[in-house]
C-alpha cells in the first residue's frame, strides 16, 4: 500500500479523488442551498396566501364564535390568537413579510384598512431553529425562513396576534440514513479517478520499462506506437533514440573487434622473427612482452564480443553449465570446487555465460590461488558465490575494479598476467542478462564474487 501511494500512479489517484470529491461537495452543497432557499421563498408566498385566508375568514366568522373558529382554523406553521391582558410591544418599522401582507390586505383603496404591526418578542419556536442536512448529511444548514407575530388589527378594530411558525419537518434527519449513497459515491468515485490515473501513467511506465529493457538488451523490440499523439510521438522519438544507441555500439564493437582481430597478424609475426634474435635474455623479455600484449589483443577481442548481444537466446541448465565450466577448470589443474545446487533454468547466451563463469573463476585462482564456487537459489534469482584465498581488495578500490584496463597493483600486476578487462567482461554479460555482480571481501579472508541471475519461468 505505502509503495503504491509512493508511485506516480498512486500520486494522480489521490489528487484525482480528492479534487472530486471537493468539487462534488461543493456542488451539492451549493445545490442543497439553493433548493433550501426556493422552498423558503415558496412557504413564504404560501404562508401570505395562507395569512390572508385566515385574517379574512376570522373576520367574517361572528365575534362571538371566533374563539370557536380559529381553535378549528389554526394549523402547524401559522396560529391567530386573541391578544392577552398584557399587550406585547411593537417594533418600529415593519419586516418584509408584514410588509408584503399589509399590501395584500389593503389593496383595495375604498375599504377600511386593516393594520398590520411587528412585535418585538418573537414565538419561542423561532429560537429553536431548524436544522437541514446537507451534502448527504455530513454538514447542517440552519432554516433560515419567516418565524415572526404579527399584531392584526380587524377592520372591526379586533386586535389579534398572528403567529408565523417554523415547518414541521416530513423525516427527522436523525431517522435520515445516507451511509449507502456516501458509500456507492465513493466507490464510484473511486474507481473513476482510479481508472483514469492508470489511463495516465500507464504510457509513462511503459516508457520506464522500455528504458529498462533498453538497458539490459539493445536489440529489445521498439515500442508499439499507439495512444495519443503525445505518447506516439515520445515512442517514436524512444525508438530512434534506441536505433541510433545501437548503431553506435554496433560501429565501435566492431571498430574494436577489427582492431583486435587485425593485430593478431602482425603480432604472429613478430612472434616467429623474435626466434631469430641470438641473445636469449634479451629474447625472452620481448617474447614476455609479447605475449602480454597477445592476451592484451584476445581480451580486447572478447570485450568486443561481450558488448555483441546478437548470440541466440536458448534455454539451458544452470548446474550443468557450472559443472562443465568447473571441470574444465579442474582439468587445466586448478584449485577448484563446486558446492550447492540451483536446479533452475536460464533463458541466454550458453557461450556469453560461459566466458562470464570462466573469468571470475580464472580471476580467482590467478590472484587468490584457488576458488571455492557455491550457488544456491534466493528471492527467484541464482546467486553464483566465488570466492578466493588471496589478499582481498582495499575497500576503496572494489567499485573501481570493474572500469577496463584497471588494476589493483598489491596484488596485481603484468607479471601475474592481469589486463585489467576480465570482470569487465563478465560485468558485461552479467547485466545483459538481467544479472548483477558484486564484491566483497569475505571476513574470514579473501576476496569473493557474488554473481546474481535472474531464474526463468516458462512463458515470460
Not at 456542488?27 to 385566515?54: G, I, M, N, W
Not at 581480451?299 to 536458448?314: F, H, N, Y
Not at 570466492?387 to 567499485?399: C, N
Request: with cysteine; net charge neutral.
Amino acid at each position: 500500500m505505502k509503495a503504491f501511494f509512493g508511485s506516480m500512479t498512486g500520486r494522480v489517484f489521490i489528487t484525482l479523488l480528492l479534487g472530486i470529491l471537493l468539487t462534488a461537495a461543493l456542488t451539492q452543497l451549493l445545490a442543497d442551498a439553493e433548493r433550501q432557499r426556493v422552498l423558503d421563498e415558496f412557504r413564504d408566498l404560501h404562508s401570505l396566501d395562507r395569512a390572508e385566508q385566515l385574517i379574512v375568514a376570522t373576520e367574517i366568522v361572528p365575534e362571538s364564535a371566533r374563539s370557536a373558529y380559529l381553535q378549528v382554523a389554526n394549523r402547524p406553521g401559522m396560529r391567530l390568537e386573541a391578544v392577552g391582558p398584557n399587550p406585547p410591544a411593537l417594533t418600529p418599522t415593519p419586516s418584509e413579510f408584514v410588509a408584503d401582507l399589509d399590501a395584500r390586505m389593503n389593496k383595495s383603496p375604498g375599504n377600511k384598512p386593516y393594520r398590520l404591526q411587528s412585535l418585538a418578542v418573537r414565538p419561542e419556536s423561532c429560537a429553536r431553529a431548524r436544522e437541514q442536512p446537507v451534502v448527504f448529511g455530513l454538514l447542517r444548514m440552519k432554516w433560515r425562513g419567516t418565524c415572526e407575530s404579527i399584531m392584526v388589527n380587524l377592520r372591526d378594530g379586533t386586535p389579534l396576534i398572528l403567529s408565523v411558525l417554523p415547518p414541521r419537518s416530513a423525516t427527522s434527519p436523525e431517522r435520515t440514513d445516507y451511509r449507502g449513497t456516501i458509500s456507492l459515491f465513493l466507490v464510484s468515485i473511486a474507481f473513476l479517478a482510479y481508472l483514469v490515473a492508470r489511463m495516465t501513467t500507464r504510457p509513462l511506465k511503459q516508457l520506464a520499462q522500455a528504458a529498462k529493457d533498453l538497458g539490459n538488451d539493445i536489440n529489445h523490440p521498439p515500442l508499439d506506437l499507439t495512444g495519443a499523439d503525445e505518447i506516439r510521438q515520445a515512442s517514436a522519438a524512444f525508438n530512434a533514440m534506441q536505433a541510433r544507441i545501437r548503431q553506435y555500439i554496433f560501429q565501435r564493437t566492431q571498430m574494436l573487434a577489427a582492431i583486435t582481430h587485425d593485430l593478431q597478424t602482425p603480432l604472429t609475426r613478430m612472434r616467429l622473427r623474435l626466434e631469430k634474435v641470438s641473445e636469449e635474455e634479451l629474447q625472452q623479455r620481448l617474447i614476455g612482452d609479447l605475449s602480454a600484449m597477445q592476451a592484451m589483443v584476445k581480451e580486447g577481442l572478447d570485450l568486443a564480443r561481450s558488448m555483441d548481444t546478437t548470440e541466440t537466446m536458448q534455454m539451458m541448465d544452470l548446474d550443468s553449465l557450472l559443472d562443465s565450466v568447473c571441470a574444465d577448470a579442474a582439468d587445466a589443474s586448478q584449485r577448484v570446487t563446486l558446492s550447492g545446487t540451483a536446479n533452475m533454468a536460464l533463458l541466454g547466451r550458453p557461450m556469453d555465460l560461459r566466458r562470464c563463469l570462466v573469468n571470475l573463476i580464472d580471476n580467482a585462482v590467478k590472484y587468490g590461488h584457488s576458488a571455492k564456487v557455491s550457488v544456491d537459489r534466493i528471492n527467484g534469482a541464482a546467486r553464483i558465490r566465488i570466492r578466493d584465498g588471496g589478499p582481498g581488495i582495499p575497500g576503496a578500490e572494489l567499485a573501481r575494479v570493474f572500469d577496463p584496463f584497471y588494476r589493483v597493483e598489491g596484488s596485481r600486476s603484468r607479471e601475474s598476467g592481469g589486463t585489467g578487462l576480465g570482470l569487465t567482461i563478465a560485468r558485461n554479460i552479467a547485466e545483459q542478462h538481467g544479472g548483477s555482480i558484486v564484491l566483497a571481501n569475505h571476513p574470514e579472508g579473501g576476496l569473493e564474487v557474488t554473481l546474481m541471475l535472474p531464474e526463468y519461468y516458462p512463458g515470460k
